[in-house]
């Protein structure tokens, strides 16, 4: 941090908040209100003399409120950068500190929050993450039991430079424990509070274990796990280190812990699974090794950005293997414990792959994009037209449109990523997909169903979920009928409810649509927008006369190859069951309503001359 | 040795194709359920966590014939603090389930009708926490008669269709009206003027609701004046032996049964706490302080709590004095 804070070409923008973020990759306008500190910045050199003399006290919230702070402090000793601020809320305005500062005379009650206004070619999130408070945990009596304590405490108990200068106390008499036992998985791999193992603990909870067995010899230590996981390098031979120190390990997670009214001491009650036995272990003290959980504004942050969450909350990546430090705006990047729980190693990697891949974004003069972006027609567009809309900004998951009243909606063209749910959405079709127009899909469409549609299962597969999906069945050879025909789009999102009708048009027995499940889906929320427009269409099928059991939603991963040749064998099984006479007759039956709904295609190019071409095939049929 | 692939993985299927058994193999053998469970303390061997893991390797034979199955009394202490959130007791059930329709016996006691004093009120059927209990025609005396039937395979024994039965018709061997009766007569240790200053209280606590070794053994030993009779369940206590006892010389009475919501047979606890207080309304028409009769929760977290209580209720009922009954 003090390397940071001396390098010419790194600002730092301490007690200072991002309000908003607009712009794209390599032009980002990033708007950061500075906080009133109410001491200069230019004048405080950190000497504390201020703090000496202010009668407040609060409880320090970096000590975990063992330690008090005062209203007029820095967060802790080693802050970067050193320079005091006044916690207004609770500044009695005594003056005490202004007299102590004297002639540098820094306190400046009279400032204002600022904001200013950056330009930033790439963003890096590292944000962090929170501690698990384990008083939702009623069986670990963690805030009844005075010596029931979470690591980050035991840390600052433990600190040279803690509140109690570094020598481990107990919070019920202040004496020095002379057993611990240390909880591992605390509020993580539970599912009552997250499902996720925060990776690290194992590895602190050793390392804290050594720690107290190095300052007091024969403090006798156990830990309780359920299995202890150090799977990177050198980890392993810490954790010999810890066994043959002679720290206890039970295998067992403790069902619950009470405590001695009197001496305050802990019973801790589990079953050690080499024993096969349940056992209790009265202990001075315990220490609970608390989950890594994402932290509370993560959604705030997440919504200025343009991020996503992974199940577990924390910022997901591009890709779980390929772009790990990516996020799915371009141009942000994650490092740390905000993308998943991680330790220092882990953290310290991910920090300078960031930076390189936010480097490479600053050293580049022109920025490639995929050629699938979207293009609007303008005088097609409502609201050039002068009437209200938008509905294609109300789809777009990275906010890469602008809609404005009166004028043609804009798209940033490096902000899109080509999902198309724009173009699906959009109720006069004007914008359109680079690399999936409406005619190329329709043209794909057309092919398939050439010859006996209505013995076929038409496919709508998205790039990055069900295409996988069907590819798994595929090469992992599961078996299914061959009546299904695939047309992969870049999302669900981009699958037009109007592709559904026209496939009904053409004949097809039945039309499946899928996409990735809503949590992994590649652009954020697309497969919401496909899943909304996708609940309408049984209903808007049965209305022009088509058996909506025809049509199937289903969200497939890539992984779920098995999954595919299921719903393809039972869609093919329902459509055996259908008498083909009747199909042919609801088919024809709805072409007139389905011809009168996509009358306005004719204004698409290229479209014109596809359904052009249909008349033609139709004049030469007879012939 | 066991040879592991020599297991019968169909009765794995069968187990998770029961209702109640999907979550089998989603246990990781953690142990949170075995060291919560009280049925260990009276069968050091019962261990849930086994059970589990056997069915999941596919050991039928050995978990189908184990007594452990049928031990479980679904008192879902286990589940709020299982990491999986897997329904233990449901899965229990499921391999019970399997267990009948092969043949297997619930071994032990169960409750037993007679049915000649039966008179079919329904009352047992209504309190039975397991749904064990319904009316059918019975055979009697060469005729038939409507009479409660108890279904082996459900019944856990803990007496609360006993405590309700209007004519004692219904009982559970080992905890008779009779037996309980004699426990909770006046001992010698009560008997009025054996002690002149010490109070005379009789507390009743439920099998299950004292966790710690040290709260066990002061219940074994009680101070001068106080008398501790254990019953299995605080629901089994009905409200004409707390009454009795209090005629039959006792100053005051404490019944004490499991936290709320933790009772070892679902709702024993809730219906004896209505019991108690229809007790002291009792009292109170007779112009007897309410207080002579109380009753308390204690949960597995509640160390060393009970013999603060009891202290507490001798306090208390030292202050009222003597109970007089007047005219």
Redesign the interface.
């Known amino acids: 941090m003090v390397d940071a804070a001396r390098h010419p070409k790194i600002e730092i923008l301490a007690y200072s908040e991002v309000e908003r973020v607009d712009g794209y990759i390599g032009n980002f306008r990033a708007q950061v209100t500075k906080k009133p500190r109410y001491v200069r910045a230019d004048l405080c050199n950190g000497c504390g003399a201020c703090a000496k003399v202010c009668p407040i006290e609060l409880p320090n919230s970096f000590e975990l409120g063992i330690a008090p702070r005062k209203a007029i402090d820095v967060p802790h000793g080693q802050a970067v950068p050193l320079i005091y601020a006044v916690d207004l809320d609770n500044c009695i305005y005594c003056y005490k500190c202004v007299t102590a500062c004297g002639k540098l005379d820094a306190i400046d009650f009279s400032q204002e929050s600022e904001t200013v206004d950056l330009d930033v070619g790439s963003i890096i999130v590292a944000t962090g993450f929170d501690s698990f408070d384990p008083t939702v945990i ?2 670990y ?1 963690y805030g009844r039991y005075p010596n029931v304590i979470t690591t980050l405490e035991m840390e600052r108990l433990a600190n040279s430079a803690g509140p109690t200068v570094g020598r481990l106390i107990r919070p019920s008499d202040g004496k020095m424990p002379k057993s611990v036992v240390l909880v591992n ?1 605390v509020g993580s ?4 509070y997250n499902e996720y193992c925060s990776g690290f603990c194992c590895m602190y909870t050793i390392k804290n274990a050594l720690f107290l067995k190095q300052s007091d010899h024969d403090m006798d230590i156990s830990i309780f796990y ?1 299995d202890i996981r150090t799977p990177a390098k050198g980890y392993e031979e810490f954790y010999n280190r810890a066994r043959e120190a002679g720290i206890r390990f039970i295998h ?5 812990i ?5 001496t305050h001491n802990l ?1 801790v ?5 080499a024993l ?4 209790e272990l009265e202990t001075e003290m315990v220490c609970l090794s608390t989950a890594a959980i994402p932290r509370a504004d993560t959604e705030h942050v997440a919504s200025t950005l343009t991020l996503s969450r992974s199940p577990g909350g924390f910022f997901m990546e591009y890709h779980p293997k390929l772009r790990p430090v990516d996020s799915p705006t371009d141009g942000v990047f994650l490092a740390g414990a905000a993308q998943g729980p991680k330790d220092i190693p882990a953290c310290v990697a991910q920090g300078s792959a960031a930076a390189s891949r936010a480097a490479r974004v600053l050293s580049a003069d022109t920025w490639e994009i995929e050629p699938i972006v979207a293009h609007v027609w303008p005088e097609q567009c409502l609201s050039f037209q002068g009437k209200k809309c938008g509905l294609c900004a109300q789809a777009c998951p990275y906010s890469a449109i602008t809609v404005v009243q009166g004028q043609a909606a804009q798209v940033a063209q490096a902000k899109c990523h080509g999902c198309g749910g724009c173009v699906a959405e959009c109720p006069n079709d004007a914008i359109t997909q680079a690399n999936f127009t409406d005619a190329q899909v329709v043209a794909q469409l057309r092919e398939l169903l050439r010859d006996r549609p209505e013995d076929k299962i038409l496919a709508f597969m998205c790039h990055w979920c069900s295409y996988g999906g069907a590819d798994n069945a595929g090469t992992s050879h599961f078996e299914y009928p061959p009546t299904s025909r695939g047309i992969r789009v870049m999302c669900s999102a981009r699958m037009d409810q109007d592709f559904i009708l026209e496939a009904f048009r053409r004949g097809a027995g039945m039309v499946l649509v899928s996409g990735c499940h809503p949590q992994d889906c590649h652009y954020i929320t697309g497969q919401r927008v496909a899943a909304k427009r996708f609940d309408r269409m049984p209903r808007a099928l049965e209305r022009i006369g088509i058996n909506p059991e025809r049509f199937r939603v289903e969200w497939i991963s890539a992984a779920e190859g098995e999954k595919y040749a299921r719903v393809i064998t039972e869609m093919d099984a329902k459509l055996t069951s259908f008498d083909k006479a009747q199909l042919r007759a609801e088919n024809d039956k709805a072409r007139p309503e389905i011809e009168k709904r996509l009358r306005r295609w004719k204004a698409i190019p290229q479209m014109a001359e596809l359904l052009a071409e249909e008349k033609q095939e139709k004049q030469e049929v007879p012939a | 040795m066991i040879k592991l692939e020599k297991l019968d993985q169909a009765f794995v299927e069968e187990v998770l194709a029961e209702p109640g058994g999907e979550h089998l193999l989603t246990c990781w053998s953690c142990g949170t359920c075995a060291s919560t469970c009280l049925v260990r303390r009276y069968d050091p061997a019962f261990n849930p966590r086994l059970i589990l893991h056997k069915a999941g390797l596919g050991f039928r034979t050995d978990v189908l014939s184990s007594v452990e199955i049928w031990q479980c009394s679904a008192c879902d202490a286990c589940y709020p603090r299982c990491p999986k959130q897997i329904h233990i007791s449901e899965v229990m059930k499921a391999i019970r389930a399997i267990a009948i329709r092969e043949g297997y016996e619930r071994p032990g006691v169960v409750a037993q009708v007679d049915v000649a004093s039966c008179i079919a009120c329904g009352m047992c059927v209504a309190a039975c926490p397991y749904e064990a209990i319904t009316l059918e025609m019975s055979a009697h005396n060469g005729t038939s008669k409507m009479a409660a039937q108890v279904n082996r395979d459900l019944c856990m024994a803990c007496g609360i269709c006993n405590s309700v039965c209007l004519s004692s018709s219904i009982v559970v061997e080992g905890h008779t009206d009779e037996r309980i009766n004699d426990d909770l007569g006046v001992s010698p240790r009560l008997q009025r003027g054996t002690a002149k200053d010490t109070a005379k209280v009789l507390v009743i606590t439920c099998n299950w609701c004292l966790h710690a070794m040290s709260d066990v053994s002061y219940a074994m030993q009680p101070p001068e004046g106080v008398k501790v009779v254990n019953v299995p369940c605080s629901g089994r206590v009905a409200a004409v032996f707390l009454a009795s006892a209090l005629q039959r010389g006792v100053d005051g009475v404490l019944v004490v049964g499991c936290k709320e919501g933790e009772c070892h047979y679902k709702q024993g606890n809730a219906l004896e706490r209505g019991r108690v207080a229809v007790v002291q309304d009792l009292l109170d028409l007779l112009g007897i302080e309410r207080s002579r009769a109380q009753f308390a929760w204690l949960g597995a977290l509640d160390r060393g709590q009970f013999p603060k209580l009891v202290e507490q209720v001798v306090r208390d009922v030292q202050a009222l004095g003597p109970l007089s009954w007047g005219q």
């Open positions: 009623p069986e009596g998985c791999r539970d599912s009552r359920m067992g997670r403790p069902s619950q009470t405590e001695d009214a009197e019973f009650e589990a079953e050690d699974q096969g036995q349940v056992i």
